[in-house]
């Protein structure tokens, strides 16, 4: 198993890229991609720090009844806000909240990867369940699933020595 | 010793993280909805969210038109203003971007959306006509083609000529789609 997480080093190698030019390509794209992702994480994460989701989080509370005067009352993220989201605001914000800074550090230095990309891929879930979808989610969604599909924290990040130390762990592959 | 090629491999590393810390620090910087949060249509969260519909009644006089439900006689105008686009959906991936940097340019900027407007006169609704609305913050206009309202007084005005037509204000949603629901309906049934 460390052979096969050494194997992916030879991404970067002169040889590596010269016989495979378009999975190169898509390699540097993919990483590029994630790297853009993470800090729109990030910066969404620390705004909401800053905003005082985690400190006082009513505010969370505020959003959900707002949105809940724009909704259908027959819609099914009508019955989500009012049966799950509003009750347990305070953990949806804590959730929500520190969910995306875990995801952006995760996809960012490349640690955890793929579960940093499954705990983003939640919370879109729940953004778009709690009635906040729109046409800019499918791009996200997509990506998600570009991120959680190819081992990226083994071409660059903590991922790939961590996987050497630890190669029965699953949480670095 | 260190190699290069952990060297190398830490730089690349630390390059983005070092990029997100920078434009973190500017999260913050992001239209800021307090400077526009007494603008008609703008909620204690912002401008007009992308999936969200409106409803406005525009009415002749001096003073703002009663907004607890659509008159049932009278002349007035209703405007509906519709979800965004797609395509203008797809767009606020960028304009978050951008807003992280300068704000200005999209508060000046806005966003366009379809508005279904709806005329009546003396209680006789006239057929949907379909216009392509500006939400715009700096100045604070709200655009429909031929009218405007002015965000920060609701004064309805002439586009063209910025004559005085009358006042705004925003109606109940689900009251309101309701009743055009039964106009519409009532028009295609003639």
Known sequence: ?173 | MISTTLIRWRLALAMPLMAAVLFAGRASAQVNIDAYRDYFLVGQFGEVCTMCEVTVICAAGDTPPDATAVPETGSFTLYDLQTRTFWSQISTIWEWFIANFSPAPLAARGHTRPAHVYKVEEGRWAPMQVVEARLVLDPGVLEFGAASINRVTREWLDASTGKHLGYCERLPLWDTLDVIAQHTARGSDQ
Do not use: C
């Not at chain 1, 009635?131 to 969604?141: E, K, V």
């Open chain 1, 1 to 173: 198993m460390k052979e096969s997480v050494a194997n992916f080093t030879e991404v970067w190698t002169r040889k590596w890229i010269s016989a495979h030019p378009v999975r190169s390509l898509g390699i540097v794209l993919h990483l590029l991609l994630r790297t853009l992702f993470a800090i729109f994480w990030l910066a969404a994460g620390i705004n909401k720090v800053r905003k005082g989701w985690l400190t006082e989080p009513v505010i969370l509370e505020n959003m959900f009844l707002d949105r809940l005067t724009e909704m259908p009352p027959d819609a099914f993220a009508t019955l989500f806000l009012q049966n799950f989201a509003i009750p347990l605001y305070p953990l949806v914000a804590w959730v929500i909240t520190l969910g995306e800074l875990y995801s952006a550090v995760g996809l960012l230095i490349g640690i955890t990867t793929r579960p940093a990309a499954g705990v983003s891929l939640f919370i879109l879930a729940g953004l778009a369940t709690g009635g906040y979808y729109d046409a800019s989610l499918i791009p996200f969604f997509l990506l998600n699933f570009m991120f959680l599909a190819w081992p990226s924290g083994l071409w660059l990040g903590l991922d790939r020595r961590l996987a050497q130390r630890h190669p029965q762990s699953r949480w670095f592959r």
